[in-house]
């Protein structure tokens, strides 16, 4: 709960600054004391820093003294250090501060009357003679100069014990005083003095007497400067829960962040405004009241105080800006205002010098800003609101008639201008504007902000339904590629009620075709299939509709899902069909894409990939919108994979992942990522598939896209590659569908390689009945895993009985591995080694040729086996040393001590294997990295950054950061610097 005069306990994001005092301290505690001007905006923080710093020097018996320049004493000499010795005095050390002072008492006490009512009457006599000698008349003894005065006073107390001698606002400061600065920065590095003085670097003008001191102190390399900035976000956020005992929501943080700007006073004031005297939550809602919230008070009029000083036709000229906006052209102001060029150059100078407005100089001509975005909102509320609005729409004209180039900035600052002087029409039309441009340079965040500020002026102004219409269907789009899912459903589901009102059927048959779309990603095909058939309703009596080929071809995805693969065949067909009317549209890519899938399902690998060829050869030409596009490459991939032609799959699969780069589609080519590393683990490339992996798993989580699922079933199967049974497991899990109550496959076969036989043989013959008749490649995929299951639970009939009825395909290299490797699996356990070892060289063979690795791992282990109890001795022998050697595609440990094993049994003696089931002692660090990450390491051992790495090789900044730590870790450094001695020449 926050009360009213909100103040952070602690100092946040300043511990930096404190060690640099502190490291300050240490070297005038031992006599080599500096001068430090610390400088910053006001409410900054200098000043709690300094509580800091003498919070803690206080524990170190160091003398603390302070005092203040005042702007109602500017003129005082000696100001801010007569008012620490008098701080001293009025804390009662009045007696030894006149000791100390000596002579020093009569010169200053008649300007400072506490020091002469502790002189004595002689040095009060002394006083009244040199108050009536003549100004312009020496002093007697140099002694008694005020500069060496005081520095013999400093000097004095600091010999006694190391001194801090703060000085607050020296851009207050007197001349005199400034001067004694300079001479006292020479001084000091022979004694225990650390002298602070603070200043405000927004009131320093441009001919301001302490910039003179900076730059004397700067050149002669006497005194420092050190430059306290504003908080940072994530300080901010800090900053929120030390003062709120709890973790703000980002989207409250990022409103404080916007309006404060990391300034922790303006961070206490704006939470003093907001809360009042009720408890404040730090949540979404309040972050949108926080937007609304009045300025502080006392920021304000800080700020009016500021300008008023400057006169009438400065505070004109500010407020005009404030209505352009924080940033601005001058040539815009001065065709707002209607001044002179000469005019406005001599007030603007008088601002700049005065740090009111910043200037910025760049390609398009002087532009200028407010130093802080409250200083801005400050002038803008000081005016009333009509004469707002007629500024705005004033600014309004002025920018139209200089546009030039419709960038969203400009498109949207004319949008925000016409909105708020009240011609909501001419709003709405450049926020559209504003929006669609946006979108075509994919800034996604502010294509949403321009028409959601189009939709607010259309409450203002006639319409019936249409326009608001079309900008909810085009925010659900740019929802889908932010992977805003539950928004885009809202955008889409509102849209689509205005478009039913309105009676307009395309327009409501394509919104329902993005509805069923988000239904599928959720999974719930039931309603997915309500609403595309309620499309196919609306369009289906209009051959000529440009929705009516594309709701067939989801109807068949649709079907494709949910195993009905006649009713999706007959779907794509018809979706064929109807897009050759129109092969411009791009639809008919699509259509031969789901019909290629279809065709492999069935076994008919051949007629299959021959469809994607001629779908390829089509997309070049397409026009297909990026979101169907995007359909196109996960069917191909997904068909290329399954008809093991896996090197074309790498090349879909990266060809769309560049494409979702390129489109700043947030997240999906993570998923093409994902398909990539499955890929190259089936063929063994030798890149560490697992960061791919697993970077793509975090970032779909992250974007929260639906196709995490995927990525997850693919990042479980990496895992089980590398025997990482735990891991993938855990993968396997969190990849199961909500209320999904059958076990995955991939936790069967996790389970089948754990050793857990009994269930793995349950749940994988479960799942191989499942398979409908229709889809024998999915059938065959399964046969060997639960053919092995069988045997090893004893069911060697059962097992038997599912090799002898597999159906045979129509294209025999499709599933002709799978039946091999069951067939010799079943022969082996019945005592037929010589027919076993048959089968798996098939076996073996078929799957090199295809370039499948992993199972042709499996299928040569197995064929040792049969070709050691087969009598064969000689060939056993040759073929475990091959697989026990082969350093490209190295066993698992488990299948390693297998083949060991085996060996034994024959006579054959093989060295260790080590518990990490890396190669023997000898092998050299380097053999232990992939292929992509001695790549990685060449370029680290080259000084580059990770971002730029990733640039080199096209992969994602989070991959590359996966690649270093295993490089170190395998490498056993623990800096880039020491691995880098390892890169591969």
Known sequence: MIRSSVVCPVSVGREAPLRELLEHLDRATAGRGTILLLGGNAGVGKSRLLRELKREAATRQVRIIEGRCSSTESSVPYAPFMDALRFRIERGEGEQAAQILGPLRAILAPIFPQLESRADPIIAAQSGKRAGKKADEAPERASDRPVELIFSVLDRLAREEPLILILEDVHWADQTSLELLHHLAHRATQTRLLLIATYRSDELYGTHPLRRLLGALTRDRTGEEMRLGPLSRDQTAEMLRCILDKDPDPAFVAAIWKRSEGNPFFVEELLNTFSGESPIEPNAEAAKALDRARLPENVSEAVLARVRALGSRVLETLSA???????FEFDDLCAVLGVSEEYLIEVIEQLVAHQLLREEKGAEGERYSFP???????MYESIISRRRRVLHRHVAAVLEARTLRRTPSRLGQLAYHYRLGGDNERAHEYARHAGDEAVRLHAWDDAVEHYENALASLEHVSDNGERSADLLERLAGVAWRQSRAASGSQYAEEALRLRRSLGHTEEAARLLRRVASLRVSEGDMASAAEALDEALRLVGNRPDSPELGPIYDDLGRLSLAQGDLIRAETLFVHGLSLASRAPQSGEEVLAFVSLAELSVIGGQVTTGVTQLDVALSMLQEARLPFERLTRVYVSAVRTLLLAHDYNRALEWAEAASALCRRQGVVGLDSLFRALRAAALTITGEGEDTLAE????????????????REALRVLGFVHRARGELGSARRAYEEAVAPGENR???GLALVSLAEGKTEEAAADLEAALRAVPADQPVLARQLLPYTVEALIAVGRLGDAADLVENAVDLPDWDAGSAQLSHAEGLVRLAQGKAAEARDALAIAAETWDKLGNH??????SIALLEATLVAGGASAGLSLGRRLLEDRGRPLLPREREVVRRMLRRAGVRTPAVTASGSAPAGTGEKSRLTNREQAVLREVAQGRTNREIADVFGIAEKTVSVHVS????????????????????
Not at 372 to 378: D, G, K, S, V
């Open 854 to 859: 992993l199972e042709g791992r499996r299928v």
């Open 321 to 327: 800006a404030a209505v352009i906006g924080r940033t």
């Open 743 to 745: 076990t995955s496959v």
């Open 372 to 378: 802080h975005a409250l200083m801005q909102e400050t």
């Open 693 to 708: 992996a697993s970077a793509a798993v975090s970032e779909l989580r992250l974007a929260g896209r639906a196709e995490l």
């Open 966 to 985: 295993n490089i170190l870790a395998k490498l056993g450094c623990r800096t880039r610097t020491q691995a880098a001695r390892f890169a591969p020449q």
